[in-house]
């Protein structure tokens, strides 16, 4: 399978990543979707491994994505 066509959670259009309330400065990934609103995103953040959240949606292109 292409990686493009991954349901990758980093590349979620719900996926809000942010700064945590602990000092240092840890970022958290927060979902957006109505459903799970401020929850932790279930992830996982590793390389080449899906998702296995049924809310997942491929989030459009932007400044910060990756070329095709
Ligand atoms: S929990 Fe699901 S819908 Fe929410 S950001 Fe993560 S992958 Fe997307």
Redesign the pocket.
Same mark, same amino acid.
């Given at each position: 399978m292409v990686l493009d066509e991954l349901r990758i959670?980093a590349r979620?259009?719900? %996926?809000?990543v942010t700064l945590g309330s602990r000092p240092g400065g840890n970022l958290v990934? %927060?979902? =957006?979707?109505i459903i =799970?609103d401020g929850?932790a995103?279930? $992830?996982p953040f590793l390389d080449d491994h899906e998702?296995q959240? $049924? %809310?997942?949606?491929l989030a459009p292109p932007g400044p910060g994505s990756r070329p095709a």
């Open positions: 959670a979620c259009s719900y %996926l809000k990934n %927060l979902c =957006r979707h =799970r929850s995103c279930v $992830g998702t959240c $049924g %809310l997942w949606e």
